[in-house]
Nanobody
């Protein structure tokens, strides 16, 4: 059974930084996609960043160069470095991984709160 566990969320002041991590365990451990999404209170879930093994990285328009996704496929870990955080970035952040056969897995999320 595949499990994704996020960590690194917390409270940060505007302009601050956080680094989220997500580790996958169980399963065959081969993922063609590692990604982050987020859901703010009262809003729909949206994609923050996607990293594909074909070499493509996609960011949401709101990222504007502030976030960087990175992956370690040997350890099945995906990171999200978030800089210059804004109150609008407050949300629960979820990691997502998908296999080459389109089996998709989600973590339970980690809360990021940006507030002074």
């Amino acid at each position: 059974q595949v499990q994704l566990v996020e960590s690194g969320g917390g409270l940060v002041q505007p302009g601050g930084s956080l680094r989220l991590s997500c580790t996958a365990s169980g399963g065959a451990g081969i993922y063609s996609l590692m990604a982050w999404s987020r859901q703010a209170p009262g809003k729909e879930r949206e994609t923050v960043a996607e990293s594909w093994t074909r070499g493509e990285i996609i960011y949401g328009e709101f990222v504007k160069g502030r976030f960087t996704i990175s992956t370690d496929h040997f350890k099945n870990v995906v990171y999200l470095q978030m800089n210059d955080l804004e109150p609008e970035d407050t949300a629960v952040y979820y990691c997502r991984m998908a296999t080459p056969h389109a089996e998709e897995y989600w973590g339970k999320g980690t809360l990021v709160t940006v507030s002074s």
